[in-house]
């Protein structure tokens, strides 16, 4: 299965490719730091995962200071920790897969304020209601069918504090295509109506959003 996957990447390129199971993640966690970086960031070398700045964490709007309480959403390896945990309070990342969760302690290690979490893969049931300033989620929407995103945007609203942000990137219909998990706007405004949403940044084939907490009580 994952070989069939990896032909039909090659000639159809990444992004075209129908959402990517938890089978894949667990193949890509697997073996070396480079292979993971490689499967995590489509062809990355190493020195491409620790140098490229096109991220979320790199928009101006993702705003961060030394008091916040910062949670990435399926961090994967941890690869943009190196630029957040240096300037934030706490940086806690969240996998569903365990050897990406190990991989990323060990190449974050060097940041003392830090922690990586396994998680079931919907939910946030680790952490408290109302407990940080930040959460984001980046390359990982497009790898989640609705329900699974649907739970996210319940749980992220949960465990931000009031005024919190969420920045994620969605994907659009209009790349992607297939209704499982690609999104219209009106999707995305639906998604994440608990929340004030901006559209920031420009890219075709995502929807890249700050969405502050509304208060709803
Ligand atoms: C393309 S990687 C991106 C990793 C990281 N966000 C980055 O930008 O380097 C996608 C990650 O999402 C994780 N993932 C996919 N579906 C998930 C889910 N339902 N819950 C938690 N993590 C998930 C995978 O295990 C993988 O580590």
Redesign the pocket.
């Given at each position: 299965m994952v070989k069939i996957r990896n032909i039909a990447r090659k000639f159809l390129g990444r992004d075209k490719i129908k959402s990517?199971?938890?089978e894949?993640?667990?193949s890509?966690?697997s073996g070396s730091v480079e292979k993971a970086m490689k499967?995590?960031?489509?062809g990355f070398t190493r020195e491409d995962?620790e140098t490229k700045k096109e991220?979320?964490v790199f928009v101006k709007e993702f705003q961060i200071s030394s008091r916040d309480e910062v949670l990435?959403?399926?961090?994967?390896?941890?690869?943009?920790c190196r630029w957040v945990a240096p300037k934030v309070k706490q940086y806690t990342g969240?996998?569903?897969?365990p050897q990406?969760v190990e991989k990323a302690k060990s190449y974050n290690s060097s940041f003392l304020n830090t922690k990586f979490i396994v998680?079931?893969?919907?939910t946030l049931s680790a952490f408290q209601d109302n407990s940080f300033d930040v959460v984001y989620?980046?390359?990982?929407f497009q790898?989640?069918t609705k329900d699974?995103q649907e739970s996210?945007a319940e749980e992220v609203y949960r465990v931000l504090k009031n005024d919190g942000f969420f920045f994620v990137q969605l994907p659009k219909i209009e790349f992607y295509k297939d209704p499982t998990f690609a999104l219209s706007k009106e999707e995305v405004n639906d998604l994440l109506r608990k929340y004030e949403t901006t559209y920031i940044g420009n890219s075709s084939a995502y929807h890249i959003v700050m969405a502050k907490k509304l208060n709803l009580a």
């Amino acid at each position: 299965m994952v070989k069939i996957r990896n032909i039909a990447r090659k000639f159809l390129g990444r992004d075209k490719i129908k959402s990517i199971g938890k089978e894949y993640w667990e193949s890509a966690a697997s073996g070396s730091v480079e292979k993971a970086m490689k499967r995590i960031c489509d062809g990355f070398t190493r020195e491409d995962f620790e140098t490229k700045k096109e991220s979320i964490v790199f928009v101006k709007e993702f705003q961060i200071s030394s008091r916040d309480e910062v949670l990435e959403l399926a961090c994967g390896m941890g690869r943009t920790c190196r630029w957040v945990a240096p300037k934030v309070k706490q940086y806690t990342g969240v996998d569903f897969i365990p050897q990406m969760v190990e991989k990323a302690k060990s190449y974050n290690s060097s940041f003392l304020n830090t922690k990586f979490i396994v998680n079931d893969g919907r939910t946030l049931s680790a952490f408290q209601d109302n407990s940080f300033d930040v959460v984001y989620c980046e390359i990982a929407f497009q790898h989640m069918t609705k329900d699974v995103q649907e739970s996210y945007a319940e749980e992220v609203y949960r465990v931000l504090k009031n005024d919190g942000f969420f920045f994620v990137q969605l994907p659009k219909i209009e790349f992607y295509k297939d209704p499982t998990f690609a999104l219209s706007k009106e999707e995305v405004n639906d998604l994440l109506r608990k929340y004030e949403t901006t559209y920031i940044g420009n890219s075709s084939a995502y929807h890249i959003v700050m969405a502050k907490k509304l208060n709803l009580a």
